[in-house]
């Protein structure tokens, strides 16, 4: 089981708590997570399933590389944070 | 007669209200909401007595809200969305050559569909052109219905026959359902600006909000105005009453000025925060606030 946390600036906006989801891949265990919280999804995703362009997420510390697929690899006890790009100030 | 006013801004949306005094009524700030967050648009629905606000989160994307009782409490709903992408299709802006997403990035515009399609919304709508004039483009292109940008469009209740554009180049108006455009050269103090508003039941009544020119978007002389014409554009009157007429810079964006169902009472906001109701047509201003986030969108409802 891989553990998602999402960033705390978008709790204010829909709740999405620390949840533990299987998967083999960045989308297997999203996809996981935002079937039990469908109005997260819209938050960090697109219209295309791609990840927001001022979102990123990391997996293990490493941000993922496949942006638009999420095809990166998650451990099993990967650790997958959801947080805002610093992008402008 | 609206007595209530959605304003959203640059950061929340205000409810402002219109209270009956001692002395004579007053418009005030009765609720803010969303504070701190980009509100594109708000739409009250007298259809089914609802009201929209459409957020942009930046980080978070865009997203919808609505109320059932007239603002007091929100709940999110469905946001407008592109389906998927076709594979392969490569599809590119003319201007930039950058790719289409398919992405809504920004719920810049959002109208009420027809009285007989209640929960209908449009978040775009388009006009023939023909008639208009891009002063922006080659000679040979200036008619060209496919290049013009015309701001705002709005259509009088009772002759739906008549529409006003403020244009990118100036007025336009229309008499036969938006088929064909003639131009309105008249318009005092200047002829460029974002918003106009046409009275609901008298095709000749019309309000805009001038700034000099699309290189300077500012007020003319700083001076903050409204132009109404009463006569289908032939001749315009300057109206300033109530309103700044020295070193006032406010722009006012085309969603930020509205009429009320009666055509007696209308509400502009501008970039700098200020907020300005008129009971009698424009004739006067009451200055509601002056210090509110950029404001996008005024409606009565």
């Not at chain 2, 007696?264 to 986030?293: I, N």
Request: proline share 8%; with cysteine; net charge negative.
């Amino acid at each position: 089981m891989a553990r998602v946390t999402f960033t705390q600036n978008m709790q204010r906006h829909v709740p999405s708590p620390p949840a533990d989801a299987p998967g083999a891949t960045v989308r297997e265990v999203l996809e996981r997570v935002f079937a039990l919280n469908p109005p997260a999804r819209d938050y960090v995703l697109d219209d295309q399933g791609a990840v927001r362009r001022h979102m990123v997420v990391f997996v293990n510390g490493h941000q993922i590389r496949d942006r638009v697929g999420l095809s990166d690899l998650v451990p099993p006890d990967g650790e997958v944070h959801v947080m805002q790009a610093l992008s402008g100030g | 007669m609206s007595d209530r006013l959605f304003v959203a801004t640059r950061n929340g949306v205000f409810t402002v209200a219109r209270r009956t005094g001692r002395a004579r009524p007053r418009w005030t700030i009765a609720r803010a909401q969303f504070l701190g967050d980009n509100a594109s648009m708000v739409l009250p629905d007298r259809r089914e007595g609802s009201v929209y606000v459409a957020l942009g989160h930046g980080h978070f994307g865009v997203k919808l809200h609505r109320s059932q009782d007239g603002g007091r409490s929100w709940e999110p709903c469905a946001t407008p969305a592109y389906p998927p992408k076709p594979e392969g299709l490569d599809e590119r802006e003319p201007n930039s050559g950058r790719p289409i997403l398919w992405n809504t990035e920004l719920v810049w515009a959002l109208e009420r569909g027809h009285e007989s399609e209640p929960g209908t919304l449009w978040c775009g709508t388009s006009c023939q052109a023909d008639g208009m004039r891009a002063a922006y483009m080659p000679p040979e292109r200036q008619g060209d219905p496919d290049v013009q940008d015309p701001h705002h469009m709005v259509q009088c209740r009772a002759n739906p026959d008549v529409l006003w554009v403020q244009h990118h180049n100036g007025v336009f108006r229309s008499t036969d359902g938006a088929v064909s455009w003639h131009e309105i050269e008249t318009v005092k103090p200047a002829a460029f600006g974002f918003a106009v508003a046409v009275h609901p039941d008298d095709p000749d009544t019309a309000w805009f909000v001038p700034g000099v020119s699309d290189k300077h978007r500012i007020p003319v002389k700083g001076r903050v105005a409204v132009a109404r014409t009463r006569n289908g554009g032939r001749s315009f009157q300057v109206l300033t009453q109530g309103l700044p007429q020295i070193h006032a810079y406010d722009l006012t964006y085309r969603h930020g000025l509205d009429v009320d169902e009666t055509g007696d009472r209308l509400a502009f906001g501008t970039t700098t925060g200020s907020l300005w109701v008129s009971e009698d047509q424009g004739d006067s201003w009451e200055t509601v606030a002056e210090h509110l986030p950029p404001v996008y969108c005024v409606r009565f409802g």
